[in-house]
């Protein structure tokens, strides 16, 4: 843990950092991901006849909506782990850092729920223990990580070739999830702030 001012002079100096804070209510849903209704992707078709006209013609019905459609929404953990991931991939392995102020503020065990495990590290950085992840965030991951190796800076060849191989790349992320050795987790607390639940000791930048 460590004092908000410090946590602001490292989310200035890196590449690519990002803030979230916890409070009272806040979930693992808001802090990993979860299943959101989206009825964008989807619309919904009905057509058929529903009788006959005194012309004794059919008389077609044809309705179109939209569909609600759940599909994975991901919160700025797992956003940010799939970006750090895919920077390894293509060799760049530049720095992301998740700063989590507050973190005393919200129940952290509920929070990060299996994503607890991730938190301890071997020798070279990465999680020691991985875990499954369901199929649904694969759909999610495996869309979203070819997106985001488009938008790298590069050779074109070499970006479409990275985008063939990146099936393969998260397919076996997805069945052993784990941190990547280039992100980190920083938390501050308030000392002074009577509301306190679970504390977490995260690892630092070397």
């Known amino acids: 843990l460590m004092r908000s001012s410090a946590a602001s002079d490292v989310y200035k100096r890196q590449v690519q950092s990002q803030r979230v804070t916890f409070y009272d209510d806040y979930s693992y849903d808001r802090f990993v991901g979860a299943y959101m209704p989206d009825m964008s992707r989807g619309v919904n078709k009905i057509s058929g006849t529903i009788g006959q006209n005194s012309a004794g013609s059919d008389i077609e019905l044809t309705s179109e909506g939209d569909r609600i459609v759940y599909r994975f929404t991901p919160g700025p953990f797992m956003t940010m782990a799939v970006d750090a991931w895919i920077d390894k991939w293509l060799g760049r392995e530049k720095r992301f ?110």
């Open 97 to 206: 850092v998740l700063v989590i102020e507050e973190i005393n503020r919200a129940n952290a065990a509920s929070v990060f729920g299996d994503i607890f495990q991730l938190l301890d590290r071997d020798e070279d950085g990465e999680s020691e223990y991985g875990i499954k992840l369901s199929p649904a965030i694969l759909g999610w991951m495996q869309e979203y990580a070819r997106t985001r190796v488009k938008m790298y800076p590069g050779d074109e060849e070499d970006l479409a070739d990275a985008c063939d191989k990146i099936g393969d790349y998260v397919e076996r992320l997805c069945s052993d999830f784990r941190i990547p050795s280039n992100m980190y987790l920083w938390a501050t607390m308030n000392s002074a702030d009577p509301v306190s639940y679970t504390h977490l000791t995260l690892p630092t930048i070397a």
